[in-house]
């Protein structure tokens, strides 16, 4: 016998299960199509503008920066100041979803794609912003790639007011409409930190030092 | 990993000696206990979402068996590979040929307590496999060369001079007492090794059922470089893990961060599913999960199936009064603290770990913190029972009990000896109102003193009383 039957075998006869036939599999199917909610906090279900105002609040607290900013077409130059002000390097690695973005006389060297070793910053679009927590949603794909939230320094991420929701649920209802399940979702809820030296928190730990998110008007 | 709990004794007598376990223990008490305190408060809907917690995970085991079919389903149809594993011997055997099978090198690994449980860092060192730890505490420890001593903070048993120490010998750098400096060094000397390895190893805190993903929750984003960097992605899952759907999972999440660390969300939250899609410019080719039984299915239907919703937060231990004075190594085992006391000696055996149930003032504040309220002080009562009844107790303990349910079933008797003993103790101790040593006692008064009885037995005040208050 398999392991595979050997194990779901033990767990059926601890649970005195049978071996579940095809309309029981069809049903026990049909319940993922509900996404039915449990409790969600009160705190996720506010005005639009009083949930924009939560995220930037919550991403305060777990040591993420902001800025808010108009249009896309802002971002370079804020960018740029935020290099300068940090004493990083003047050079970026951005996500191609940024590609149309232009640069015009920036000061910035920029690249495009996943992240290489030796970037320390990085520029990326997140897909959604969770307000209950000030949690930035993050996906895979061509467009995105996932190295750029972990390999640098410091990792900036733009995300659109209209995206900002309330709880982790309608995030996932926003990687439900993409379609397929992307390869890895990434809840991000400020930069990497450690406590394990002693109990002392230490932001940077292995991911970014900084995290910098950029929340535009549209 | 091999268990020592049979020494917990001897284990726990050295821990309370130890100055510098003291020192780095004395955090444990004040932080975790604070800030699971202030992020509990600061959620209104906070004991609600547990109980939903603890519904949710006794619904998902009590249908374990379709959920697990469903999860194998989809994490094929995503490119991924589900292998069984019926026990640790298994899993290792497992790991290693998925390792063999690209030539791998060195390994890196995220923090898995399930993988300190089946002990593949050992196995794979064997086979001439370099595992690399990068979970700071984890890579703490394996420099130490020693077990993990907390499920959520392995190197919390660590001062900050100790681990100064570490670095300085291995990282050949001059030695530093600064944190942020030895963070950095880590962070420089682990940076590489994301590159160089083959296969990358993490645990799960949830597998689930709705999309084939399994999920880790950490706070230092090692875990991500280790799934991300290699080419191969292996996943080490025991078969409770499961949950039905993310809106389960989002449930759980809420209580997870704010029972272990007090966060009110862990910094990394990662949701994969199965392998690097073919347009993807980054993330592993294969996808492997390794699904662990290794004695969880035994648990099923049985009284100690409370003890499958654990979600390895920590809190019971953070607030152990036994965990704060003797540190997570005197249990002798990967899980320590009530978790550990409850669990262990399902894991090992009740002989093997016969004195971590005992080792507990039943104060229940374990209890009171599980977020997945689950009856630990029951369940330790049951493996002392168990113990009792195997006859595998203590000789001296069990004449003891036979002695004490001789006279407890003679109520007359019981009475008169009582009387006897405490006319006895209070004539010989009246004068200096305490013993500072006693025969058969030692094991109390050489930490502190006996107070002399008073006079009358509980019995005798009682029937006096009686009459008075009525
Ligand atoms: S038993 Fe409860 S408190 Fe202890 S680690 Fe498990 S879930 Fe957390």
């Known amino acids: ?218 | 990993m091999k268990s020592t709990a049979h020494d917990f004794k001897e284990n726990a007598h050295k821990a309370l000696h130890d100055t510098e376990l003291r020192e780095a223990l004395s955090v444990v008490g004040k932080n975790f206990i604070l800030k699971r305190r202030l992020a509990a408060d600061a959620l209104p809907e906070f004991e609600t979402l547990r109980d939903e917690a603890v519904e949710i995970k006794k619904r998902t085991l009590n249908e374990l068996d379709l959920h697990l079919e469903r999860f194998e389903r989809k994490v094929i149809e995503h490119g991924g590979q589900v292998h069984w594993c019926i026990d640790a011997a298994a899993a290792r055997e497992t790991v290693l040929s998925i390792c063999r099978s690209v030539n791998a090198k060195t390994v890196t690994k995220g923090k898995s307590m399930l993988g300190e449980e089946i002990g593949i860092n050992g196995f794979l060192e064997a086979n001439n496999i370099r595992p690399i730890e990068t979970d700071l505490g984890e890579y703490i420890i394996q420099l130490a060369d020693e077990p993990p001593s907390h499920i959520i903070a392995p190197a919390v048993h660590k001062t900050k001079s100790q681990i100064a120490d570490l670095f300085e010998k291995h990282h050949k750098l001059p030695r530093s007492m600064d944190g942020e400096a030895l963070v950095a060094e880590a962070r420089a000397m682990l940076r590489q090794a994301y590159f160089d390895a083959d296969v990358g190893i993490t645990g799960a805190n949830f597998l689930v059922a709705e999309t084939g993903s399994s999920v880790i929750v950490t706070n230092e984003g090692n875990g991500d470089l280790t799934q991300t960097l290699p080419q191969i992605h292996i996943v080490l899952a025991s078969i409770e893990k499961m949950v039905p759907t993310f809106e389960d999972m989002a449930t759980i999440l809420r209580v997870l961060a704010r029972s272990a660390t007090g966060q009110q969300m862990s910094v990394y939250t990662t949701v994969s599913t199965g392998a690097r899609r073919a347009e993807d410019p980054d993330g592993p080719e294969q996808y492997h999960v390794v699904m662990i039984d290794q004695g969880r299915s035994a648990m099923l239907g049985t009284e100690l199936q409370d003890l499958l919703r654990c979600i390895r937060c920590g809190a019971c231990m953070n607030h152990c009064p036994i965990y704060h004075a003797v540190g997570g190594h005197a249990y002798g085992y990967v899980y320590p603290g009530p978790i550990g006391a409850a669990l262990d000696p399902a894991l090992l055996g009740v002989a093997e770990a016969l004195h971590l149930p005992n080792a507990s003032t039943f104060c229940g504040r374990c209890e009171e913190v599980c977020p997945m309220r689950i009856p630990l002080p029951k369940i330790m009562r049951h493996w002392r029972e168990r113990a009792f009844e195997d006859g595998i107790q203590p000789v001296v303990q069990r004449s003891a009990i036979r002695l004490w349910a001789f006279f407890a079933r003679n109520p007359l008797l019981y009475r008169l000896n009582t009387r006897a003993a405490m006319w006895a103790l209070h004539a010989l101790g009246a004068a200096r109102g305490r013993f500072k040593s006693l025969p058969f006692a030692s094991g109390w008064t050489a930490g502190r003193d006996l107070p002399a009885p008073q006079g009358g037995t509980f019995h005798a005040q009682w029937a006096a009383k009686k009459g008075r208050t009525k």
Request: proline share 6%; charged share 20%; hydrophobic share 40%.
């Open chain 1, 1 to 218: 016998m398999s392991a595979r039957d050997r194990i779901l075998g033990n767990v059926r006869s601890a649970l005195g299960r049978a071996e579940p036939d095809d309309k029981t599999r069809a049903a026990y199917d049909a319940r993922f199509d509900a996404h039915t909610r449990n409790t969600v906090p009160a705190r996720a279900s506010v005005p639009h503008a009083a949930l924009i105002e939560r995220f930037i609040a919550e991403a305060h607290l777990v040591g993420a920066t902001t800025a808010r900013l108009d249009r896309l077409d802002d971002v370079p130059a804020a960018v740029a100041s935020y290099l300068r002000d940090k004493n990083l390097p003047a050079r970026i690695r951005v996500a191609p979803a940024l590609q149309s973005m232009s640069w015009g006389e920036q000061p910035v060297e920029v690249g495009y794609g996943k992240a290489e070793p030796s970037d320390t910053a990085t520029l990326t679009r997140a897909l959604a912003g969770v307000a209950e927590t000030g949690t930035l949603l993050l996906t895979s794909g061509p467009q995105t790639p996932t190295t750029l939230n972990f390999l640098p320094d410091a990792n900036l991420v733009v995300l659109t007011e209209t995206d900002i929701v309330g709880a982790y649920e309608d995030g996932w209802d926003r990687v439900r409409a993409l379609g397929a399940t992307p390869r890895a979702v990434n809840f991000v809820t400020g930069p990497s930190r450690t406590a394990d030296i002693a109990q002392e928190l230490i932001l940077g730990a292995h991911g970014p030092i900084d995290l910098h998110i950029l929340v535009l008007k549209n």
